[in-house]
């Protein structure tokens, strides 16, 4: 499914932001955009049955969209230890092409790498979560840097105190609207999410420190996606 040659054909010339030579790790995203037909219950079954036993037990999120650009849609987020680990994946997929229309009507592929301050991903048998999707897109390479430096900072704090307790933070190393952070958030509902978001809002100290970053660097986070998604019910994680 994942191959070396797919993200040099995508990715053409290098970017300008070199990938980090430390331990991070690294996540493909990929997102299946379909029609209403049976495309979905044929790719659920595929990822269940075929994909996830070819993955093995890492950390991945199967997500089905609640509310995003392109419905409906299926995404997978898939945790490896280097690049060439998630180029050995080989799954079989004539089952899922055997049919009279195709398995999606297009996909997308990101190749997203975790920031330093980013927490480990765990296994969670819990009901399924939503999940929310942000992608900050930076006018420049150095507001990037210091988008980083804030959460790393003083926002997760603010986060933390306010609900919002996201599961991954990454960056783009190939993919749309670069250079981006990327992040993950659960809720248990969809009321804990606005909730979570109208305390953060108002919440003084982020007044203050957004105040701040925009003096100091600008407006570092020129604009910015939001998706939510739902955990399946067979997702390693949920």
């Not at 430390?22 to 049955?49: C, D, M, N, P, V």
């Not at 799954?91 to 301050?117: I, K, Q």
């Not at 480990?120 to 999707?133: G, H, K, N, T």
């Amino acid at each position: 499914m994942i191959r070396r040659r797919d993200f040099l054909e995508m990715t053409g010339p290098i970017p300008l932001f070199p990938m980090n030579n430390s331990s991070r790790k690294i996540y493909t995203f990929e997102q299946f955009f379909l029609k209403h037909s049976t495309q979905g219950a044929r790719l659920h079954q595929w990822l269940e049955s075929a994909w996830l036993p070819a993955y093995g037990k890492r950390s991945a999120l199967i997500l089905d969209a609640v509310f995003a650009g392109h419905m409906p849609q299926i995404a997978v987020v898939a945790e490896w230890d280097s690049l060439e680990q998630a180029a050995a994946l080989r799954v079989d997929a004539t089952a899922l092409e055997d049919h009279d229309e195709p398995p999606y009507e297009h996909f997308s592929r990101s190749l997203l790498e975790a920031a330093s301050y980013s927490p480990a991903l765990d296994w969670a048998s819990q009901a399924p979560r939503f999940y929310e999707l942000r992608v900050y897109h930076s006018p420049t390479w150095k507001q990037h840097k210091a988008l980083n430096e804030r959460f790393a900072g003083p926002e997760i704090p603010i986060f933390h105190r306010c609900g919002i307790h996201p599961v991954l933070y990454t960056s783009a190393l190939y993919g749309e609207w670069m250079p981006n952070l990327i992040y993950f958030t659960p809720f248990d509902t969809l009321a804990a999410r606005e909730q979570a978001w109208a305390t953060f809002a108002s919440d003084p100290e982020w007044i203050r420190v957004r105040a701040e970053s925009i003096a100091a660097d600008g407006q570092s986070n020129a604009f910015m996606q939001v998706a939510i998604y739902k955990a399946a019910g067979y997702s390693p994680l949920k």
